[in-house]
């Protein structure tokens, strides 16, 4: 396993049950469920990727326990979304697609970091008839209905030719992926680690991966303009505590796996292996993709969210246009929020 200073890494995971006391799961569940208004505190809403674990890693490490952090987990990434339109959550760990529908349906996000971006962490696999993309042509492809789902879906039917109505869609939550691959109720699948090894191993054929669309599928932070106008402090000692695991995984990478397999349902190994699909951005690397350069040109994130935007209206995955513009802070504030 190779984890790089860029920090590659990749894979999705299950949640693991704890045993508490029943007031401490009273706690649990009252800080987990209660409106984001009604205390200061960071509700932040995840599904389950590896791209996002270094925050899980963070709480296990204890970086959390004087910071008013609260991890809300969810089982898709739609259930993330509802819950930040709702103000259940006033933080959400999403793809930059799905920080542009909230963008555009008005609910004032405001993209804080960059936590990956995805070089293979995403995939399509076929049952093992199928071997090439163009062999999706009238059959049933397993797709999850989010934006990511769609957007990953629609550049492979690009890529081998072919149209939506070559082939049949089929609504599966993340949850249902791997069942409903080996049930074969679908004849290929949109999915991404851990369901992607699992299924591999199990004789699945890759038909597509996110290396193939490079920059095109972004993991962010993204915080509700209100709260991070009143809690800049809180937001940054998160910021903080994110490096600090990243920092932790890079130069202890036995532990951190041996840690993280408890969520991940994977061995350590796999782990470890699974975390080569990503790359997660140090510091400097997330503020030069955050912020315009020295001779005004717009930033890298920023093109990449305006590539995507268009795409995404063409494609009918965006209502109307929007201004990803919107979601960036200023480089005065991401310096503040980002740097040490």
């Not at 800080?31 to 963070?58: F, K, M, Q, R």
């Amino acid at each position: 396993m190779m984890i790089h200073e860029l920090g590659h890494v990749t894979s999705r995971m299950l949640r693991y049950a704890s045993k508490c006391l029943a007031a401490g799961v009273l706690l649990s569940l009252l800080s987990a469920c209660s409106p984001a208004e009604d205390s200061p505190s960071l509700h932040i809403g995840t599904n389950v990727w590896p791209g996002y674990e270094p925050l899980y890693l963070a709480r296990d490490l204890g970086y959390f326990d004087e910071l008013a952090i609260h991890m809300v987990e969810y089982t898709s990434a739609e259930q993330v979304m509802r819950a930040f339109r709702n103000e259940t959550i006033n933080a959400a760990c999403i793809t930059l697609d799905e920080a542009l529908l909230l963008l555009q349906q008005g609910f004032s996000p405001r993209l804080v970091l960059v936590m990956d971006v995805s070089a293979g962490g995403d995939v399509i696999l076929g049952q093992k008839q199928i071997t090439r993309l163009i062999d999706l042509r009238g059959h049933r492809v397993g797709v999850e209905a989010n934006a990511l789902g769609a957007y990953m879906l629609s550049r492979a039917l690009d890529a081998a030719g072919l149209q939506l109505n070559d082939i049949t869609p089929v609504a599966v939550e993340v949850n249902q992926h791997e069942a409903a691959f080996l049930q074969q109720d679908v004849d290929a699948i949109v999915t991404f680690e851990p369901v992607s090894s699992r299924l591999l191993a199990k004789g699945a054929t890759q038909l597509f991966d996110s290396s193939q669309i490079p920059g095109e599928i972004v993991d962010v932070l993204v915080v509700r303009e209100q709260y991070l106008q009143d809690n800049q402090a809180e937001v940054r000692q998160l910021i903080n505590s994110w490096y600090r695991a990243l920092h932790y995984l890079r130069d202890n990478p036995n532990d951190a796996a041996q840690r993280m397999s408890r969520r991940l349902q994977l061995q350590p190994s796999e782990v470890l292996t699974a975390y080569e699909g990503l790359i997660l951005p140090q510091r400097q690397q997330t503020l030069a993709m955050l912020t315009s350069d020295s001779s005004g040109n717009e930033s890298q994130l920023l093109d990449s969210a305006r590539r995507l935007a268009n795409v995404m209206v063409q494609r009918n995955l965006l209502p109307t246009p929007t201004d990803p513009k919107n979601l960036m802070l200023s480089r005065d504030i991401i310096t503040r929020l980002l740097m040490e």
